[in-house]
């Protein structure tokens, strides 16, 4: 029980810095025509397979993914790619909206994810995760061209997808990071 408690506490006043200090995202966004395209890396204190295992865990990504509702699996089809639904949380001030959508999602195994949505609330959605190593640095990279196929101010579309994105990043960095710890202890 002691040791369980020094491990949240641990989690709750060192984890914030380390992610803080060591996993700065860097987003960058671009409007070509009417589709939004997302570049971005970032930097995490973590070997690959660790990473891998976290960006890979669909089922879980609610759990430490911000604003995301739900993620789940829902098989491999015939050419082995994975169906993953998720159901975000996009909004603004007082108005908030539901995001839904099916991902195709597509694995080389400690190396990139490719995905594309099938169904959903996008006209364009789709992108990459590529996973390179620096020695004992893990840098993740990940793509995105993106369309709503909903109505919302440009300006606001661009603003959230560049916080959310970084968010995202983050919060992904923070669970390798939690993780890390976790597997220490066991």
Not at 9 to 25: C, D, I, T, Y
Not at 50 to 71: A, C, G, H, Q, R
């Amino acid at each position: 029980m002691r040791r369980r408690i020094v491990v949240v506490l641990l989690l709750a006043g060192v984890m914030p810095a380390l992610a803080g200090s060591a996993a700065r995202s860097i987003v960058q966004i671009e409007k070509i025509g009417d589709i939004y395209h997302v570049d971005c890396e970032i930097r995490i204190e973590a070997g690959k397979d660790l990473v891998w295992e976290v960006i890979t865990d669909y089922d879980n990504l609610k759990v430490f993914i911000p604003d995301m509702l739900s993620s789940d699996s829902l098989g491999v089809d015939s050419d082995g790619r994975i169906l993953v639904n998720q159901v975000g949380l996009g909004g603004f001030l007082f108005f908030s909206r539901k995001i839904r959508i099916l991902l195709v999602v597509r694995e080389s195994p400690m190396r990139n994810i490719s995905f594309r949505q099938k169904e959903g609330d996008f006209g364009v959605y789709e992108g990459n995760w590529v996973l390179e190593s620096d020695g004992e640095i893990s840098i993740l990279k990940y793509t995105l061209r993106a369309k709503p196929d909903f109505f919302v101010p440009g300006f606001l579309f661009r603003g959230k997808l560049q916080t959310k994105t970084a968010e995202a990043l983050e919060a992904i960095a923070l669970e390798v990071y939690r993780r890390r710890v976790d597997h220490k202890e066991n």
